[in-house]
């Protein structure tokens, strides 16, 4: 049976812009209410399975209501032009979608659609009006339902005639004598006033109608009776505007809102312009010569996959000089903990699956020599955490050549982690089934049979062979071949170097700090109970609220949905009206450092080795920059001394032995100079002055010494602010002054450093017609909402311009840095290790006969690793553990 739906085109969409986030394409275009209508439109195609579909539009803001009363919808607000510029593409999209559309000058989208289901309903045709507006209830019949959305257009509500009189007590047709009663705020509908939706259903309950009503004023009382009796008018004239037009004349036909389906090849390259990955996947098309979301798996049989046994092992070790890309699949988060599920060793003509237990045995050691040499070429997804798991398992891994998912993350930085199966579809090639439908998810989690298993990893392999002739063509069309080749692979192979390594921890030594941290924090309890008068639990927001702001009256900065807000920032705020804030906050630092850093730490460190092996990602900051996780080394807390203590827990691994830590001094601020060859930054820099006092007698026009500890704090914090793009409110909150003064106080920053306000204006410029920005090895780093027309958007990526390059060329020194150390000690044929990186910081373990060599050789490669026109500056300390080399 023929089953028309019928789409308010204005008001859904009105409603998506602002049920869904802000989304922008890669132009900077605002997509998130064409992206939310979309959704919403494909469910109900999915369900619902029309013949017929018809969005209607509003053609102007003047309809025949307003030649009756002018100030219909004189209330509404401009619309918005992140909503405005989405309009075209809604209809576009329409179009490509095979789905019909329509407007009439002087109507509106809801006479259009109460005239197409009068023609139905003539037909005894079934419609389904999809809209938020509850005046399309009156259309409601037997062959007529109204599916309202909720919740912006996220959930829908089905109303026919007996929902309407379930909810209401009304017919259809009375809601326009609801309205005529009520009004309609959003449509500028006086209605009667004093008369809201209760009031207007008991009379219409009574008297049926408007008219009926006001022919029995009489039998009313009091203020209800004058306002009906002098608004009686308004009533009916309010009653008109709610009523759908139904006679429009229409010159689109049955035939005209035929829906013959989706077709993939208008369908898919409309999607895709619009960047709708998700939507692309959930619709599994296939373009004709575009096979970018095919869901056609490569065929089991064209993969020639052998399973390798102590049998057939003579035919993967004469096939070793053909295999061209390796991927090993590992389960688990932290590498150094990951089982391995399977290996294939792939050729072009054949792929050969190799069970870990047959690789460690000695059937399997001229496969094992293979990976071990560092002369044989590997390429593969995720080579660091292969390099981790095998090492583990206790095969030696060497000759990483290319890594897909490292070449996936430079290419587009903000994609972190990609996935084989995201590479796959953004290539072009056939699809693959994603690893949870083959796996499971979570605790469901289970290997598949080895048949199952062995065409999953195949396929995977032969996936990679096609997507790293597509990225090293990117590479180099990007110019970034040497930052891949030359850089990120060599230090993925320096990292598992040094991850392998590990640090050795000090066990009774944490111990006795955790016991010492405990006491620390049992005698904070107390006195925070004894200011209270109370024992209440610390770690609860609502009863710590109770006592901050109910019993000790302190002012309530700031609330949430479920009462008061106690966070960090609420706190630091209220210290100073009471002590027992600052006992709290000493309380959670000392909490978190007990429960993150000394039993988390504890239960990191390896039985066999004694020491943590932390794990750094190359692919997740966007500025280039590494993390740190199982533990995080990056985040202990140095400022607080309890947080420095962390530190002399980490000891050589070799008695005698000392470490040694060089950490760079003002990188970003030297790099700033450098970009931007601002001389008065350069002069500092180039006289070895301190940067922040020389920032403070040029702002505030004084001598070295006439700058106070004010002026030199306010100094760097607007230094590092330019660096991190801080704005006026940013700096105010760091100072603790008002907005207007920070705002003052940056302008003046760039009045005497106009090299820098130069460099700043030049890099957005060049972002807004670039799509992005590079450091100087050509790290990219795309601005998708560069050029949006919505303000907070557009300035977050013009903060981002202008920080990225000077960030992304600091992550890139150290990581030049690391390389050329790495190189140094393999040089000097020195015996100490690099063991972490932390920030601008490397930590190296060194014996005493080569300390004298170290704290020379390790500044002067750090200070060498990427000649700018300012010095860069290395500091070099050692102790017999990391806090007495700080």
């Known amino acids: 049976m023929d089953k028309l739906i019928l789409i308010d085109g204005n008001g859904i969409i009105y409603r998506a812009f602002f049920a869904m986030p802000p989304l922008t394409n890669s132009s900077g275009v605002h ?25 209607a539009f509003d053609a102007g803001k003047v309809t025949f209501r307003h030649e009756g009363y002018q100030d219909y919808k004189g209330t509404r607000q401009k619309t918005p032009p992140e909503l405005s510029e989405q309009f075209p593409l809604m209809k576009e999209l329409l179009q490509a979608f095979g789905i019909a559309q329509y407007e009439l000058e002087g109507y509106e989208a809801d006479d259009i659609i109460g005239t197409v289901t009068k023609l139905a309903e003539q037909e005894n045709r079934q419609v389904i009006v999809v809209t938020g507006d509850k005046d399309m209830l009156q259309l409601a019949s037997d062959h007529i339902k109204i599916a309202l959305t909720r919740k912006g257009v996220t959930e829908i509500e089905m109303y026919g005639p007996e929902q309407v009189m379930e909810r209401y007590g009304l017919t259809p047709s009375q809601i326009t004598d609801l309205k005529g009663l009520m009004g309609d705020t959003s449509d500028n509908i006086p209605g009667v006033p004093g008369v809201g939706e209760k009031t207007a259903l008991k009379l219409l309950h009574q008297y049926g109608s408007v008219e009926e009503l006001l022919a029995h004023t009489d039998e009313l009382k009091g203020k209800l009776k004058e306002n009906i009796e002098t608004h009686a008018e308004s009533a009916r004239m309010s009653k008109q505007l709610a009523t759908i037009y139904r006679d429009v004349p229409l010159t689109q036909t049955w035939e005209h809102m035929k829906f013959s389906g989706l077709q993939a090849d208008t369908a898919v390259p409309a999607l895709r312009k619009l960047e709708f990955k998700s939507l692309l996947e959930r619709l599994s098309l296939v373009t004709s010569g575009e096979a970018e979301v095919s869901e056609q798996d490569i065929p089991a049989e064209e993969l020639n996959v052998k399973i390798v046994t102590e049998q057939n092992m003579h035919e993967l070790e004469g096939a070793l000089s053909q295999i061209d890309v390796l991927h090993v699949e590992t389960h688990g988060d932290n590498p150094h903990q990951a089982s391995i599920v399977g290996i294939i060793m792939s050729s072009p003509e054949e792929q050969f699956y190799i069970p870990i237990e047959l690789l460690k ?177 610390i770690n609860s927001p609502k009863q710590l609220g109770e006592i901050l702001f109910d019993k000790l009256g302190l002012p309530v900065i700031k609330k949430t949905k479920t009462g008061y807000s106690t966070d960090a920032e609420v706190l630091e705020k209220l210290a100073p009206y009471h002590d027992i804030v600052q006992f709290i906050l000493q309380y959670r630092q000392l909490a978190k450092l007990q429960s993150t850093y000394v039993e988390g730490l504890l239960k990191e460190i390896r039985p066999e080795t004694g020491k943590v092996h932390t794990y750094y990602r190359q692919t997740i900051a966007a500025t280039g920059r590494l993390s740190s996780q199982f533990p995080n080394l990056q985040n202990i807390p140095i400022r607080l001394e309890e947080g420095r ?42 006289h070895d002055m301190d940067i922040h006092t020389k920032t403070a007698m040029d702002v505030f026009g004084v001598k070295a010494e006439e700058v106070d500890a004010n002026m030199r704090r306010s100094a760097k914090a607007v230094n590092f602010g330019i660096v991190y793009g801080i704005s006026d409110y940013g700096l105010s909150q760091n100072l603790n002054i008002p907005r207007k003064e920070a705002a003052r106080f940056i302008e003046q920053y760039f009045e005497v450093f106009q090299g820098v306000r130069r460099y700043m204006d030049e890099i957005v410029k060049e972002a807004k017609r670039d799509g992005y920005v590079k450091t100087l090895l050509e790290r990219r780093r795309y601005l998708p909402d560069i050029n949006a027309s919505n303000f907070n958007l557009r300035s977050f990526a013009e903060r981002t311009a202008m920080n990225t390059p000077i960030q992304g060329t600091a992550a890139d020194i150290i990581k030049l840095a690391m390389i050329q150390m790495d190189q140094a000690l393999q040089d000097h044929r020195l015996k100490s290790r690099m063991l972490l990186q932390v920030h601008d910081e490397l930590v190296f373990e060194v014996p005493e006969d080569e300390l004298e060599t170290m704290k020379k050789l390790v500044p002067e490669t750090m200070e060498k690793a990427l000649p700018l026109s300012v010095p860069l500056k290395a500091e070099v300390s050692y102790g017999v553990n990391w806090y007495e080399a700080k």
């Open 645 to 686: 203590k962390i530190r002399k827990v980490f000891v050589p691994s070799e008695p005698g032995w000392y470490i040694l830590a060089a950490d760079y001094s003002q990188i970003e601020l030297r790099v700033l100079a450098h970009i931007s060859d601002d001389e008065r930054l350069k002069e500092a820099f180039l």
């Open 31 to 55: 997509t998130n209410a064409v992206y939310g209508f979309t959704n919403m439109l494909l469910r109900l195609i999915e369900e619902e399975k029309p013949t017929h579909i018809l969005v």
């Open 361 to 537: 045995s000695d059937s399997g050691r001229k496969v094992a020599e293979w990976f071990a040499d560092s002369k044989i070429s590997k390429r593969g997804y995720d080579l660091h955490r292969t390099d981790l798991a095998l090492h583990w398992h206790g095969i030696t891994f060497a000759g990483a050549s290319f890594d897909v998912q490292l070449a996936a993350y430079l290419l587009d930085p903000t994609e972190a982690n990609q996935e084989i199966s995201d590479l796959a579809r953004k290539y072009g090639l056939p699809s693959l089934p994603l690893d949870e439908d083959v796996f499971g998810k979570g605790a469901k989690y289970k290997v598949p049979s080895e048949d199952v298993l062995t065409v999953h990893l195949a396929r995977k392999a032969a996936a990679l062979r096609k997507i790293i002739s597509k990225q090293e063509e990117e590479l180099r069309s990007n110019e970034m071949n040497r930052l891949f080749y030359d850089m990120e692979m060599p230090l993925s192979r320096i990292l598992a170097d040094m991850e392998k390594q590990g640090i050795s921890v000090h066990k009774d030594d944490l111990r006795a700090l955790g016991k010492e941290f405990e006491e620390q924090l049992d005698k904070l309890v107390q006195q925070i109970y004894e200011i209270a008068e109370t024992e209440f639990n």
